[in-house]
T-cell receptor
């Protein structure tokens, strides 16, 4: 079966711009989580969506937002980009209650802010 | 604040040797501890996971050792192979609060032939 698909794979944006990243989960997975990965910080949890509702939120500023559609696809948006937002953004999908056993990551979107 | 502390940051091991990566946590609500393996250009993939009701779990060459009283857990890779060269992340989660995982900062493992 197809894995978690993230688009685009690479993105270069200028400070102050906004960006939207997309994640298509594995078919049947209704939970989608987003993480920011940076060297030295590891993976930092952004938020989780389940059935179009944000279920958990990490400690990130309000410039980071997300949403989930009825087909479980999810988008995350970062407004007013800062240099420090340069990172690999990963999404993971899972069946509800599956925990890590069913937690499958996409290959990520590499965002560079210049 | 890093909820899961991981060490070492990088590790170089000879082929056939044992690779050991350590993690520590403080939050006693954590009760699920997975390890992830990440190759360049790929997302992390689940390697092995443990619940705190057991002290050790082994899957092939990979073993998790868990010390609940010390709030520490470690990954041992026996007979390390060049194909094991990757970045390894430990993580922790409260089992029943959705899919929010707290990750360590990662260990870059290089296995020398």
């Amino acid at each position: 079966k197809a894995g978690v698909t993230q688009t685009p794979r690479y993105l270069i944006k200028t400070r102050g711009q906004q960006v939207t990243l997309s994640c298509s989960p594995i078919s049947g997975h209704r939970s989608v989580s987003w993480y920011q990965q940076t060297p030295g910080q590891g993976l930092q949890f952004l938020f989780e969506y389940f059935s179009e509702t944000q279920r958990n939120k990490g400690n990130f500023p309000g410039r980071f937002s997300g949403r989930q559609f009825s087909n479980s696809r999810s988008e995350m948006n970062v407004s007013t980009l800062e240099l420090g937002d340069s990172a690999l953004y990963l999404c993971a999908s899972s069946l509800p209650g599956a925990g890590a056993l069913g937690y499958t990551f996409g290959s990520g979107t590499r965002l560079t802010v210049v | 604040q890093q909820q899961v502390k991981q060490s070492p940051q990088s590790l170089i091991v000879q082929k056939g040797g044992i690779s050991i990566i350590n993690c520590a946590y403080e939050n006693t609500a954590f009760d699920y501890f997975p390890w992830y393996q990440q190759f360049p250009g790929k997302g992390p993939a689940l390697l092995i996971a443990i619940r705190p009701d057991v002290s050790e779990k082994k899957e092939g060459r990979f073993t998790i050792s868990f010390n609940k009283s010390a709030k520490q857990f470690s990954l041992h890779i026996m007979d390390s192979q060049p194909g094991d060269s990757a970045t390894y992340f430990c993580a922790a989660s409260p089992w029943n609060t959705g899919n929010q995982f707290y990750f360590g900062t990662g260990t870059s493992l290089t296995v020398i032939p």
